[in-house]
């Protein structure tokens, strides 16, 4: 089965600084990065769409300039949450689009917990 | 943002007996899925419905896409502990975005 990882798995910040989370598809190329949120006890709430070498498309209430995300290579996305505040606070989680089967994959998730 | 409904927001059961969860949407989807979530984990794919009407088994799941298109359940036979954990549903669309559930939590008395 495909294989994602990110990275950190936790992290815990003080509020203001940034925090840089890793997302890898590790046997499969992937067009398309989608990110989400996910509060304590709550569902997943897509926050942005990424294509390989262009920009996000964020949703509705999501800051883009807070959530910056790269997705510079078809096995690796990147979403930075700077100057990070406790409400930051949640699960992210990346997936991955497989172009070829069409079909979306789901890293493990970070814990990011703000000071 | 948009959520389906699902429901039941949660379920204690004796290990043995049989589960039945739906999700119902006010639109249309071209995919329902089914993905089961464990503390600390992102989701795990459990099963992909692709056509109104489609059935489809995974060991003792059995999922349904319901005709209307707005609509599945997911049945899980002859519960085990290890089944435990939040199970959420989602629609798809042509965009590639999934719209999630707001998850139903299962717990199983051995």
């Known amino acids: 089965g495909a294989v994602v990882s990110q990275h950190p798995s936790w992290v815990i910040c003080k509020s203001g600084t940034s925090v840089k989370i890793e997302c890898r598809s590790l046997?499969?190329?992937?067009?398309?990065m989608f990110w989400y949120r996910q509060f304590p006890k709550q569902s997943l709430m897509l926050m942005a769409t990424?294509?390989?070498?262009?920009?996000?498309?964020?949703e509705q209430g999501v800051e883009k300039d807070k959530f910056l995300i790269n997705h510079a290579s078809l096995t690796l996305s990147t979403l930075t949450v700077t100057s990070a505040h406790p409400e930051d606070s949640s699960f992210y989680i990346c997936?991955?689009?497989?172009?070829?089967?069409?079909?979306?994959?789901f890293g493990p998730g970070t814990r990011l917990t703000v000071l | 943002g948009q959520q389906l409904n699902q429901s039941p927001q949660s379920m204690f059961i004796q290990e043995g007996e049989d589960v039945s969860m739906n999700c119902t949407s006010s639109?249309?989807?071209?995919?329902w899925l089914w993905y089961k979530q464990e503390p600390g984990e992102g989701p795990v794919l459990l099963i992909a419905?692709?056509?109104?009407?489609e059935l489809t088994s995974n060991g003792r799941l059995t999922a349904q896409f319901g005709i209307t298109r707005k609509d599945s359940f997911l049945n899980i036979s002859a519960s085990i502990p290890s089944d435990v954990g939040i199970y959420f549903c989602?629609?798809?669309?042509?965009?590639?975005?999934?719209?999630f559930g707001q998850g139903t939590t299962l717990q199983v008395k051995p």
């Open positions: 997936s991955p689009l497989a172009g070829v089967t069409d079909t979306q994959y």
């Open positions: 046997d499969f190329q992937a067009t398309t």
């Open positions: 990424s294509n390989e070498g262009s920009k996000a498309t964020y």
């Open positions: 639109s249309i989807f071209n995919t």
């Open positions: 419905l692709y056509k109104a009407g």
């Open positions: 989602a629609g798809q669309r042509n965009t590639g975005k999934l719209i």
